[in-house]
């Protein structure tokens, strides 16, 4: 798999982690789905609570945290989070700007936007600008063929972008302090 | 515009919100489930609408559930299948997002006739922000008594949960959503056994798609026989289509299954025709895995006979000349799209979603990938067009879950139907440089003939 990439595996420099008081309760709740003797099925659930509390990205330290509040092996959670696509192993920017890639939203201009989001941040698909401010990433259909072309930031979707909205709302981004996050409600 | 049986209350106001659902007649399919019907009584309604699973496959949904097993002291399970990731393909997003309370409404009679009482929606990470729109129709299901203990005074117990993936196309096969759903990678699994015997933690499961169990609500309300009236032979009641690409009425139509695809298309109840007043030349009717269609064949038959929007007459003619209903992903191509650069885009799809446990599989949509690249930036051969042919047939068949043949389909398909556009694409390396040469010079159409 072309995402599956090698998470960040040193510790050196990456602040520690530990969940705080309000994610441990959202934990709690997750977890009283699930049968007790199958409780691992709360693992992915729990990385994405774990990644918005970690600056948008999985770091060893919250993976680790994540195994030891479930009682699982490390590696579990290493070969969870490497899998799937939402799961960021190196840091990103505070705005995520996923821009969907496929036919659907191709056939009504996608490649124009993320070439003009690639050129006004100066990155190209899957860079953080040098201030930390903006991911880019190309990623695949996101059902949102009908509002076609779009992007996600964070749990929220922009749907039918015009060159115009994507400048509007980078702009919009720049002046928000507070990261956005798939489980902002 | 046909019977509208899912979305007939869609843009009344507040109807995200039980209130207005109740108001236009919500759960009346679970009072009427609960005191007059038995669980047996149920699945044969849905046996008798005909109803097949709308996620892609057309399983008939009521054989699927017969065939769930029953061992004593061992719970059931219903797992809703909400990943919907299938490019092309956004019906069941605008069903849970508009109007959640007819999926919450839909997975009690069909858990009532499982017996079943614990239900999952698992949910595509990327939609989080319906997922929370789930959550809240389901805790004003709990305190309004529809879901819980002892629900209408049953005795029938039922707790539904939202479960979030995490952005992986293949936990849209139901074995690699159960393997997703207990927290793994997720792996397809091999099969026998089949989830309704062991599923989630090994524990008999069905796993069905949204708008199937969205369909329960009428079928349990006006009965299996009114429901299988509409529609044409095996292909009964209602679809939701999700219409996009060069069209001019982008989205979700729900249609009677049967209308000609000319209609679906042209109609200004559906389609509105295909946009930028330019020619047709192909559609991909029924999701990114199904076989591309070119314009020749996408009103009529091999057999001009017309093509209809059903499962049999989107697929009559095999592969040669037909296609599928799939998900009812419906999307369109006018002569500026360019065959190669789209099936390009599906085949690094393809390429990046694979869970690489076969190595067909995992090898085999690298290696297409690669080679339509090529294709694309004008590096490649004539001769590379057979490569790319016996590269995707060794997929093909060959790999443990559909994924494998998804993949090598559309590449198949295309090179079937647009053989011509991959030769362009070897013979002109200047021109097709750039992505937008079809936008300026439309790739000639030579003489060919579908008919017999």
Known sequence: ?185 | MGRQLLLEHIDKPGIRGLEAYRANGGYRSVEKALRTMSPEAVLEEVKKSGLRGRGGAGFPAGMKWSFLAKPEGVPRYLVVNADESEPGTFKDRYLMERIPHLLIEGIIPSCFAMGANTSYIYIRGEYFHIARILEQAIAEAYAAGWLGKNILGSGFDLDVFVHMGAGAYICGEETALLESLEGKRGNPRIKPPFPAVKGLWQRPTVVNNVETICAVVPIVNEGGEEYAKIGVGRSTGTKLISAGGHVNRPGVYEIELGIPVEEFLMSDEYCGGVSGGRPLKACIPGGSSVPILPAELLFRTAKFETRLMTYESLSDGGFQTGSMLGSGGFYVFNDTACIVRSTWNHSRFYHHESCGQCSPCREGTGWMEKILYRFEHGLARTDDIDLLWDVQRRIEGNTICPFGDAAAWPVAASIRHFRHEFEYHATHPTKVKDPKHCEKEPIPVPERSYAG
């Open chain 1, 1 to 185: 798999m072309e995402h599956a990439t090698k998470p960040h595996t040193t510790t050196d420099g990456i602040a520690p982690f530990a969940f705080s008081e309000d994610a441990l309760s959202e934990c709690r709740t997750i977890l009283g789905r699930y049968p007790a003797e199958f409780s691992k099925s709360a693992l992915i659930p729990i990385l994405h609570i774990a990644q918005a509390e970690n600056d948008g990205w999985l770091s060893v330290h919250a993976m680790n945290a994540v195994a030891d509040l479930l009682k699982i092996q490390y590696i579990e959670v290493y070969e969870v989070a490497t899998f799937y696509s939402m799961f960021n192993l190196h840091p990103v920017g505070k705005h995520v700007l996923e821009v969907c890639r496929t036919v659907p939203c191709m056939l009504r201009g996608s490649d124009d936007i993320i070439a003009h989001i690639g050129s006004r941040l100066g990155i190209e698909p899957g860079g953080t600008t040098p201030d930390g401010m903006f991911t880019l990433k190309a990623v695949e259909c996101l059902g949102s063929c009908g509002t076609a072309p779009m992007l996600q930031c964070g749990a929220k979707y922009h749907e039918h972008l015009t060159i115009e909205k994507v400048d509007s709302l980078i702009e919009k981004l720049r002046g928000e302090p507070k990261r956005n996050n798939y489980t902002d409600r």
